[in-house]
């Protein structure tokens, strides 16, 4: 009989060797050639999957956006919302070995999309998927006014925060301080009611 093949996890798998590609040597090291040799497989049969190198590009960084939405996904949002909120953004900051080399293939994709419209257009989809995702988690938090707005600001904390970290290793637990500065300055304490005498 022949052996049936599962092509979406083929392609899975291309992709997550691709990102590990980028991760470990950058993404000028991209090629069908090199992406075939760190899946284990032959050039012609990664063709078989993609056609060219912007098509595995952009499917792995659709692949990239999945595993930080699932990742995010599974934060408790029934926690107080300063603290599921902190959960949320460490989701996406390279503090662990996949975070890291995830965080590495965000950003090559990033500055990528800058002269590729078709990654940018799928960088902007996962950025507005994830936003979206936070606007409507924090207007059901009571901040429906700001929601918006708020993702955005929390959005580009992580953002800029993961940047830091993936230059200045060094710097994390002073970079996770810095994050708990920026929660109070977006989530400032209400102040008490007075009470009646």
């Given amino acids: 009989m022949p052996k049936t093949v599962d092509r979406e996890e083929q392609r899975r798998q291309i992709g997550a060797a691709l990102l590990q590609l980028v991760s470990d040597r950058g993404l000028d090291e991209v090629s069908v050639r090199t992406v075939a040799a760190a899946s284990g497989r032959s050039a012609g049969a990664v063709q078989k999957y993609f056609r060219t190198k912007d098509e595995m590009l952009a499917f792995a960084a659709e692949l990239v956006g999945e595993r930080v939405e699932r990742r995010m996904a599974e934060v408790d949002t029934s926690l107080p919302l300063r603290r599921a909120l902190r959960e949320l953004i460490l989701t996406t900051l390279p503090v662990d070995t996949q975070r890291r080399a995830e965080a590495t293939t965000q950003l090559a994709f990033a500055v990528h999309a800058a002269h590729h419209p078709r990654l940018a257009a799928i960088r902007h989809q996962?950025?507005?998927?994830?936003?979206?995702?936070?606007?409507?988690w924090l207007e059901?938090?009571?901040h429906s006014d700001e929601?918006?707005?708020l993702a955005d600001a929390v959005i580009a904390v992580s953002d800029g925060l993961a940047l830091r970290?993936?230059?200045?290793?060094?710097?994390?637990?002073?970079?996770?301080?810095v994050l708990d500065r920026a929660l109070d300055a977006l989530l400032p304490e209400q102040p008490a009611e007075p009470t009646a005498r």
């Fill in 126 to 136: 996962v950025d507005q998927d994830i936003r979206q995702a936070l606007a409507a």
């Fill in 140 to 142: 059901t938090a009571g």
């Fill in 147 to 149: 929601a918006a707005v």
């Fill in 165 to 177: 970290m993936l230059y200045t290793p060094q710097e994390r637990e002073h970079l996770l301080t």
